[in-house]
């Protein structure tokens, strides 16, 4: 088992109408849910303030793709929200592959017995934990951060 990088992590599920929020615990073993924030002009600052309160040493941020690993609609969303992170931030951000995030995150509220309904207010925060959880593990197998780095005034891919 590899070593992880000590410190605690945040993980972003970026949506249309909300973004989910997660964190990670400081030795980087456990993902767990944050709160939802409303999709705005503010959400970029209410995410730097969180990571400010956690002293977070990286943001990861859910990259959306089909399953073939091709771009979706929602990619360059996401990719665009990361660059305004990494502008914004004082920690790194990191794009990492969420492929069936959100619906990995729909059957675990539903296995919890709530109905979709129910899950509106919070599945975006599952999703930001199913995201960190992917890559801690990643970084936990590999010993490397998982995903790729967005560097503060780079142009979104």
């Given at each position: 088992m590899s070593l992880i990088r000590r410190g605690i992590r945040?993980?972003?599920d970026v949506g249309k109408a909300r973004v989910g929020v997660a964190r990670s615990d400081p030795d980087g073993l456990l993902a767990v849910p944050v709160e939802t924030v409303p999709r705005s002009d503010a959400s970029v600052a209410?995410?730097?303030?969180?990571?400010?309160?956690y002293e977070a040493i990286e943001i990861v941020v859910g990259l959306p793709t089909n399953l073939s690993?091709?771009?979706?609609?929602?990619?360059?969303?996401?990719?665009?929200?990361?660059?305004?992170?990494?502008?914004?931030?004082?920690?790194?951000?990191?794009?990492?592959?969420e492929r069936?995030?959100?619906?990995?995150?729909?059957?675990?509220?539903?296995?919890?017995?709530?109905?979709t309904r129910q899950s509106r207010?919070?599945?975006?925060?599952?999703?930001?934990?199913?995201?960190?959880?992917?890559?801690?593990d990643v970084e936990k197998r590999s010993g490397n951060p998982a995903g790729t780095a967005v560097l503060p005034g780079q142009e979104p891919a």
């Open positions: 945040l993980g972003i209410r995410i730097r303030e969180l990571a400010a309160e690993g091709a771009d979706t609609p929602s990619t360059q969303d996401a990719r665009d929200f990361a660059a305004a992170l990494a502008d914004a931030c004082a920690a790194p951000v990191r794009l990492v592959d069936l995030s959100t619906v990995t995150a729909h059957g675990a509220l539903r296995a919890a017995g709530r109905s207010s919070i599945v975006d925060q599952v999703a930001a934990v199913v995201v960190l959880q992917q890559a801690l």
